[in-house]
């Protein structure tokens, strides 16, 4: 079955920085990656979906890449602010199980002013 | 802008009893499902939900757990006699369309969190 990694240490950045989340996965490279932002006691919220043949997506500060090859995508927020603090969820779909999302255990980031 | 809206906030149990947790998805989706994630752990799939019958589900969705769809409103997930083990956040999400066209972008409710004691 399809394995996700996603740092699971808190990143700590400073207010302006550029932040980096990796997603790492095992078996097969999905169609379609998604990136979900969480806030304590809330629901996934969609940010970001990248497909297998595209190499990069931007949404405003948001930038996310996927590289099929090693197996990972990249999330990146320019510009970080404080508000950028939670927790970064990395989703993949299973093709032959209803399309159904599997989701990465999230990197929580927290962006200090 | 529409969302999915779930009721209880909270709910608090006693071990064995029956609990239902409401979901109203966004209406003119189509297909629904329930996640759950245990405190600090990942967001798991339970259910997928199409047309009026469960297309997927998880390991962890056994015998005790149910879905429907009573109306043509609200989306229902009953666990008939809880377990300690299921203390956890359920999520509600909805998508608007064929998950076969493979993005399966997911709206998710705000969650019901059930405590067993």
């Known amino acids: 079955s399809q394995k996700i990694e996603q740092n699971s240490e808190a990143l700590n950045i400073q207010e302006g920085k550029t932040a980096t989340l990796t997603c790492n996965y095992t078996n097969y490279s999905p169609a379609y990656l998604q990136w979900y932002r969480q806030d304590p006691g809330r629901g996934p919220v969609f940010l970001l979906l990248?497909?297998?043949?595209?190499k990069e997506k931007r949404k405003e500060r948001l930038k996310v890449t996927f590289d099929t090859t090693l197996k990972q995508s990249l999330f990146h927020i320019t510009a970080s602010q404080p508000a950028d603090s939670a927790t970064y969820l990395c989703?993949?779909?299973?093709?032959?199980?209803?399309?159904?999302?599997?989701f990465g255990g999230g990197t929580r980031l927290m962006v200090k002013p | 802008e529409p969302e999915v809206t779930q009721t209880p906030s909270h709910q608090v149990t006693q071990m064995g009893q029956e609990v239902i947790l409401r979901c109203v998805p966004i209406s003119n989706h189509l297909y629904f499902y329930w996640y759950r994630q245990i405190l600090g752990q990942k967001v798991e799939f339970l259910v997928s939900?199409?047309?009026?019958?469960?297309?997927?589900k998880s390991e962890i969705f056994d015998d005790q757990f149910s879905v429907e769809r009573p109306d043509g409103s609200n989306f229902t997930l009953k666990i008939r006699s809880t377990k300690l083990e299921d203390s956890a956040m359920y999520f509600c999400?909805?998508?608007?369309?064929?998950?076969?066209?493979?993005?399966?972008?997911?709206?998710f409710g705000a969650g019901s969190r059930l405590t067993v004691l």
């Open positions: 939900f199409y047309n009026n019958e469960i297309s997927e």
């Open positions: 989703a993949l779909v299973t093709p032959n199980a209803g399309n159904m999302l599997t």
């Open positions: 990248i497909r297998e043949n595209e």
């Open positions: 999400a909805s998508n608007p369309g064929l998950p076969s066209s493979g993005a399966n972008v997911l709206t």
